[in-house]
C-alpha cells in the first residue's frame, strides 16, 4: 500500500517549504545571487540542508521558482498601476512603480535584472522582461488610440523602453553589483536620492520615446 501523508505532515512540510522560500528571498535581498547557496538557505530557514533538497533539486531549482514568483510580483504591481489614467499616465506608472521598487531594494533588483545566474534563471528574466514590455504596450497603445502618441510599432517602442529602463536602472544600483551596499541609514539615504534623481528624469525620457508632447506644444 503507497504511503499517504497525514494533514499534519503535509502542512509542517508546507510550512518548512514556505520558510525555505522566505530564506532564500532574504539572502537574495542581502547578498544577491553569489552569495547565496543551498546550506545558508537551510541556515537561515533552520532547517537541515537536506531538508532543501527534499523540496528543490538544486540551487537552480530553488532559485528558478524563487525568480518566477518574484518577477510575477513585479509585473503585477507595474500592471495594477498601469490600468488607468491617460496614455502618459500610464506609461509613467510602467516606470515609476519599477523603477522605485527596484532602486528600494538595489541589491535584489540587481539580481532580477543582470547578476550572472544559471541558465535555467536567466531564462525567468525573459519571461519579465516579457511582461514589463506588454505593460508598456498597453499604456502606449492607449496614448496612440487617445491621439496622446502618435502613430508608431507599439511593440518596438515597448522592447526599445525595457532596454532603456534596464540599462538606466542597472547602472543606478549603487554597491549592488559588488556587494558593497548594505542596510544602513546612510544606504537608506543613498537609494532615496537615487530614486529622487533618476526616476523622473526616467520618465521624461520614456514619454518622449514614445512621443509624447507636453500640453500646448506641437510636433515641428
Do not use: W
Not at 26 to 53: D, I, P, Q
Not at 103 to 113: D, E, G, M, Q, S
Not at 203 to 215: D, E, K, Q, T
Request: charged letters at 25%; glycine letters at 8%.
Amino acid at each position: 500500500m503507497a504511503y499517504r501523508r497525514t494533514p499534519a505532515v503535509q502542512e509542517r512540510l508546507d510550512a518548512q517549504r514556505e520558510a525555505i522560500a522566505a530564506a532564500a528571498v532574504t539572502l537574495l535581498s542581502e547578498r544577491g545571487y553569489s552569495g547565496l547557496s543551498v546550506s545558508t538557505v537551510a541556515e537561515r530557514a533552520g532547517v537541515a540542508t537536506g531538508s532543501v533538497y527534499r523540496h528543490y533539486v538544486d540551487k537552480s531549482d530553488l532559485m528558478v521558482r524563487i525568480f518566477r514568483e518574484l518577477c510575477e510580483r513585479e509585473v503585477e504591481a507595474v500592471t495594477s498601476a498601469a490600468a488607468t489614467g491617460s496614455g502618459a499616465d500610464r506609461v509613467t506608472a510602467v516606470v515609476d512603480t519599477f523603477s522605485r521598487r527596484a532602486l528600494r531594494n538595489p541589491t535584489l533588483a540587481y539580481a532580477l535584472l543582470a547578476e550572472p545566474v544559471d541558465a535555467a534563471v536567466d531564462a525567468e528574466r525573459l519571461v519579465l522582461r516579457r511582461a514589463f514590455a506588454a505593460a508598456f504596450a498597453n499604456a502606449v497603445r492607449h496614448g496612440v488610440e487617445t491621439g496622446e502618441f502618435p502613430e508608431q510599432d507599439v511593440e518596438l517602442t515597448a522592447a526599445a523602453l525595457v532596454g532603456a529602463v534596464g540599462e538606466v536602472l542597472t547602472g543606478r544600483l549603487p554597491g549592488a553589483a559588488d556587494g558593497r551596499l548594505r542596510d544602513s541609514a546612510a544606504d537608506g539615504r543613498l537609494r532615496d536620492s537615487a530614486a529622487g534623481s533618476t526616476v523622473p528624469d526616467l520618465v521624461v525620457l520614456v514619454l518622449r520615446a514614445a512621443g509624447h508632447l507636453p500640453s500646448g506644444t506641437t510636433q515641428e
